[in-house]
């Protein structure tokens, strides 16, 4: 079964950078569009980026674009998200995710019910 597991949640300073890391097992990665996603205390889980199978695609939240990366290396099985310009609103639970998106490699979707396979989620505080 997939297994997905999330590292590098940090306290950080705000205009700080950090590089979140999720290492992919149990099937065949490339086959899977990832996702990342975030939860602040009392709100509901947000979309943050997603990356196709292919790598081809890309997506991003409109509160993290131009400040946030996400990228995937298909022989190490792993998604990254690399973000700068931090803000204290990107204070979070992280969560990792994949959505089996078989041959449609170059598809990443940016709603929560798509994804099959979550991480246990990694935290993120930015302070001021």
């Known amino acids: 079964q997939v297994q997905l597991v999330e590292f590098g949640g940090a306290l950080v300073q705000a205009g700080g950078s950090l590089r979140l890391s999720c290492s992919f097992s149990g099937s065949s990665f490339s086959l899977y569009a990832m996702g990342w996603f975030r939860q602040a205390p009392g709100k509901e889980r947000e979309f943050v980026a997603a990356?196709?199978?292919?790598?081809?695609?890309?997506k991003y939240g409109d509160s993290v674009k131009g400040r946030f990366t996400i990228s995937r290396d298909n022989v190490k099985d792993t998604v990254y998200l690399q973000m700068n310009s931090l803000k204290p609103e990107d204070t979070g639970v992280y969560y990792c995710?994949?959505?089996?998106?078989?041959?449609?490699?170059?598809?990443?979707?940016?709603?929560?019910?798509?994804?099959?396979?979550w991480g246990q989620g990694t935290q993120v505080t930015v302070f001021s």
């Open positions: 990356i196709s199978g292919s790598a081809g695609t890309t």
């Open positions: 995710a994949a959505d089996q998106t078989y041959h449609w490699m170059d598809y990443a979707g940016d709603s929560k019910a798509e994804y099959e396979h």
